[in-house]
């Protein structure tokens, strides 16, 4: 039988393990929102959806960016690459939701 209760530890720490990777790596800064970070963010989404519980936390570098630019650039990414991915996108579109409802 599974223990629950160390299922539950080991998901917490790698969130907080997560979040510190994503510090170091994204230090609060201006993001270039482009279809450079389109990749990136689409990677970084699809390796790591199923470890964190809030999957706003992915999209913590598009907090600074004008919410319009950035679609743009994931409509562009999405359907120029002839894939779409939107799983990645329902996401990107909620972390705004749930950035400009926390202001």
Do not use: C
Not at 54 to 73: M, N, Y
């Amino acid at each position: 039988r599974p223990n629950h209760g160390f299922l539950h530890q080991l998901q917490v720490f790698a969130q907080r393990q997560l979040r510190q990777r994503m510090d170091a790596v994204h230090p609060p800064t201006t993001t270039i929102i482009d279809l450079k970070w389109a990749e990136a963010s689409n990677v970084r989404f699809q390796t790591l959806q199923g470890i964190v519980e809030d999957t706003s936390e992915l999209f913590q570098d598009i907090i600074s960016a004008s919410p319009s630019d950035t679609l743009w650039v994931a409509l562009d990414y999405i359907f120029g690459r002839g894939i779409v991915d939107f799983d990645w996108f329902v996401a990107l579109v909620q972390s705004y939701d749930k950035y400009t409802e926390d202001d």
